[in-house]
């Protein structure tokens, strides 16, 4: 059953929100509240820009992307909260180097270490990057985004031995080439989902239920979505004389997972899938 008044409304492929292209499409109007909105942004296409703009980053934020050794990685921190600051200043009204973060609470043990967020602000946000992708999620309600390379099989065979029973049953029914997509998918489903809440890998991966076929189980009081990914046709300013660079969807796979409003209608969870511990407040 569908929730009444889900997050995942607008331009969509079946229900899968499609991201804005951070640098081709429009900086956003202001935030008027609704559906949710997703931006995805390469990093070779945009690290130049954002080495350029890193006078926009707060003093911490600039001490932890010139704390990276590698290069690759200093451009894809810096690529990603450049592209978070100016969409979230775009969104609230502001100069980029005026939105201001603050940490929630832990919902494991109240420690000032929980969700990133706004002071002030209507709007929550999260981000996510890997490879060459970096994938940023705005929306009314706590919301958390992933984006994972697809891992080489031995990694996926490894890994799985943390999910859920059901989950690890469903990639041991699968032929061997297709595991590391369906653990993937599984993966970015889960860390979108323990994001939002919070809670993050504090809590085990094998206790809340997403699944690792082709629709997401939902989790009671939250939308899950696997969320589409582009090609480097589809990002702009891609360089041509770097292959390497170049992005293929199916080495990727991406999840959004957004809390359901208060008035919005759930469908009854299914003993099978229910959380062997209490949702996080």
């Known amino acids: 059953m569908t929730a009444v008044g889900s997050p995942f409304d607008g331009p969509a492929v079946g229900c899968t929100p499609v991201p804005h292209r951070y640098g081709a499409d429009p900086l956003p109007a202001p935030w008027a509240g609704g559906a949710l909105r997703l931006w995805v942004a390469g990093v070779s296409a945009h690290a130049e820009r954002a080495a350029a703009e890193e006078h926009l980053l707060d003093e911490g934020e600039r001490a932890r992307a010139a704390a990276f050794v590698r290069p690759v990685d200093r451009d894809r921190y810096r690529v990603a909260h450049v592209a978070l600051r100016r969409l979230l200043a775009a969104y609230l009204c502001l100069a980029p180097a005026a939105v201001e973060f603050v940490r929630e609470p832990c919902p494991g043990c109240g420690g000032p270490h929980g969700r990133p967020a706004l002071r002030g602000a209507p709007l929550h946000f999260s ?59 599984c993966w970015t489903r889960k860390e979108a989902y323990l994001k939002g809440t919070g809670t993050g890998l504090a809590e085990d991966p094998s206790i809340t239920l997403v699944g690792a076929g082709p629709e ?66």
């Open 216 to 281: 997401p189980v939902q989790p009671p009081g939250w939308t899950l979505a696997d969320v589409p990914l582009p090609t480097s046709r589809d990002l702009p300013v891609m360089p041509a004389d770097r292959p390497e660079d170049l992005v293929d969807r199916h080495e990727y796979a991406a999840a959004c997972a957004v809390r359901l409003s208060p008035t919005a209608a759930v469908a009854p969870a299914d003993p099978l899938v229910r959380r062997e511990q209490p949702p996080s407040p």
């Open 127 to 185: 981000l996510s990057h890997s490879g060459d992708l970096v994938l940023l999620a705005f929306a009314d309600t706590a919301v958390g985004i992933d984006v994972e390379k697809v891992p080489p099989a031995r990694t996926a065979t490894e890994v799985a031995t943390t999910l859920h029973p059901a989950e690890r049953a469903e990639l041991t029914a699968l032929p061997d080439a297709e595991r590391p997509a369906a653990f993937a998918r």
